[in-house]
T-cell receptor, first 112, second 114 residues
Framework: AQSVTQLDSHVSVSEGTPVLLRCNYSSSYSPSLFWYVQHPNKGLQLLLKYTSAATLVKGINGFEAEFKKSETSFHLTKPSAHMSDAAEYFCVSDTGRRALTFGSGTRLQVQP | NAGVTQTPKFRILKIGQSMTLQCAQDMNHNYMYWYRQDPGMGLKLIYYSVGAGITDKGEVPNGYNVSRSTTEDFPLRLELAAPSQTSVYFC?????????????FGEGSRLTVL
């Protein structure tokens, strides 16, 4: 079975400082991995996706993630946090059953 | 652009009541999904559909039923509501090929069962 583990339930950063949201995956084969963002009282929106074409994936709003097979990780980063980045972030994997498996989420707080 | 539309946004039910959560998409997507989101638990898949007339169970289907008579609509029915079904429900749709991973979500339906 394939799953993802988000290592932090809550991350707090100051505006203008880097963001790191950590995700590890477990899979017996190369997975498809994604990051989604959920702003308060809204649905989820795709940030970026990894499908084996390139290990460094760039997404919307300045976010990027690097697939590291040796570490089974897919961490989400952004060089400089903005107040509008405050949201819940989900690491997601493709189960191969035409559905996605979601991690438990990381709530990002951005302090002024 | 309407995208994925869910109704109602909020509902309070009494134990044992039934209701249907409506979901409609206008993107001509074949794949549609119902997820529930509990605090700190991420999203759990309830049911999904790969096209009109075809549905399948997800991870947590008990207490729910779905139908898919058209490409656009994918209603979720709760029979005999229980407090354990208090949650936020999200409908989503996606195009061909799930390894694209891009699902489009509605804004959610918050259900409370008392």
């Amino acid at each position: 079975a394939q799953s993802v583990t988000q290592l932090d339930s809550h991350v707090s950063v100051s505006e203008g400082t880097p963001v790191l949201l950590r995700c590890n995956y477990s899979s017996s084969y190369s997975p498809s991995l994604f990051w989604y963002v959920q702003h308060p009282n809204k649905g989820l929106q795709l940030l970026l996706k990894y499908t084996s074409a390139a290990t460094l994936v760039k997404g919307i709003n300045g976010f990027e993630a690097e697939f590291k097979k040796s570490e089974t990780s897919f961490h989400l980063t952004k060089p400089s946090a903005h107040m509008s980045d405050a949201a819940e972030y989900f690491c997601v994997s493709d189960t191969g059953r035409r559905a996605l498996t979601f991690g438990s989420g990381t709530r990002l707080q951005v302090q002024p | 652009n309407a995208g994925v539309t869910q109704t109602p946004k909020f509902r309070i039910l009494k134990i044992g009541q039934s209701m249907t959560l409506q979901c409609a998409q206008d993107m001509n997507h074949n794949y549609m999904y119902w997820y529930r989101q509990d605090p700190g638990m991420g999203l759990k898949l309830i049911y999904y559909s790969v096209g009109a007339g075809i549905t399948d169970k997800g991870e947590v289907p008990n207490g729910y039923n779905v139908s898919r008579s058209t490409t656009e609509d994918f209603p979720l029915r709760l029979e005999l509501a229980a407090p354990s079904q208090t949650s936020v429900y999200f409908c989503a749709s996606g195009g061909q090929g799930m390894n694209t991973g891009e699902l489009f979500f509605g804004e959610g339906s918050r259900l409370t069962v008392l």
